[in-house]
């Protein structure tokens, strides 16, 4: 089992930054693939980034492509999410998950575990 613990959410205008982490507890942590993925009321969950086990390999959605910034410090068990030049439709909760997987997946089903998300708000 991996628990995992998201922080760093809050409310910030646009063109803010925030720094997301995800810390990972339990049988950790190996050689296991981590993603951000969010989640507004009424849709469903998106990917955001995805990083592989190695942190050599990155992949992005396209609408936060530039912007944010994923990497991980496996010393520590901690993921992070460096998000820049923040828009108000970025707005969401935000989803820390890890699979037991070296390479990095975009699709959500891929992911073995998930943390209690964090929401992030962005005023305009």
């Known amino acids: 089992q991996v628990q995992l613990d998201e922080s760093g959410g809050g409310l910030v205008q646009a063109g803010d930054s925030l720094r997301l982490s995800c810390a990972a507890s339990?049988?950790?942590?190996?050689?296991?693939?981590m993603g951000w993925f969010r989640q507004v009321p009424g849709k469903e969950r998106e990917f955001v980034a995805a990083?592989?086990?190695?942190?050599?390999?990155?992949f992005y959605a396209d609408s936060v492509k530039g912007r944010f910034t994923i990497s991980r410090d496996n010393a520590k068990n901690t993921v992070f999410l460096q998000m820049n030049s923040l828009k108000p439709e970025d707005t969401a909760v935000y989803y820390c998950?890890?699979?037991?997987?070296?390479?990095?997946?975009?699709?959500?089903?891929?992911?073995?575990?998930w943390g209690q998300g964090t929401q992030v708000t962005v005023s305009s």
């Open positions: 998950a890890a699979r037991w997987y070296v390479r990095a997946s975009t699709v959500r089903n891929d992911y073995d575990y």
């Open positions: 339990g049988r950790t942590v190996g050689s296991i693939a």
């Open positions: 990083i592989n086990w190695s942190g050599g390999i990155t």
